[in-house]
């Protein structure tokens, strides 16, 4: 069975830090991209981070810049997401996304779109409060 599964999340302050994981079963995600999105209460799913599969790509949101860092282990066929300064407004459901044709584009201004992945995690829920 191809499954993605997203682990990491929970409860942290404002400030801190939280490495997600997810973690692929079924399929090896070496030849895809894959990308990371949230989804806020009663907000769109939104791009926040992709990585091509050979590394030579990474696309982050500009509200994310500076602060997460998407990378990959292939060995583990697992893909990471490194969020440090958390701020409230990142709290969210966090999914991560692949796919045949997944696409991250790695040109200055490129968004991440969900639309580019078809292949979905059950998320992992960050809640960043104080």
């Known amino acids: 069975q191809v499954q993605l599964v997203e682990s990491g999340g929970g409860l942290v302050q404002p400030g801190g830090s939280l490495r997600l994981s997810c973690a692929a079963s079924?399929?090896?995600?070496?030849?895809?991209?894959i990308g990371w999105f949230r989804q806020a209460p009663g907000k769109e799913r939104e791009g926040v981070s992709c990585?091509?599969?050979?590394?030579?790509?990474?696309n982050y949101a500009d509200s994310v810049k500076g602060r997460f860092t998407i990378s990959r282990d292939n060995a583990k066929n697992t893909v990471y997401l490194q969020m440090n300064s958390l701020k409230p407004e990142d709290t969210a459901v966090y999914y991560c996304?692949?796919?045949?044709?997944?696409?991250?584009?790695?040109?200055?201004?490129?968004?991440?779109?969900?639309?580019?992945?078809?292949?979905w995690g059950q998320g992992t829920q960050v809640t960043v409060s104080s």
């Open positions: 996304a692949t796919g045949y044709y997944a696409l991250c584009r790695g040109r200055a201004g490129s968004r991440i779109l969900t639309t580019d992945f078809s292949s």
């Open positions: 079924g399929f090896s995600l070496n030849p895809y991209a």
């Open positions: 990585i091509s599969s050979r590394e030579t790509s990474t």
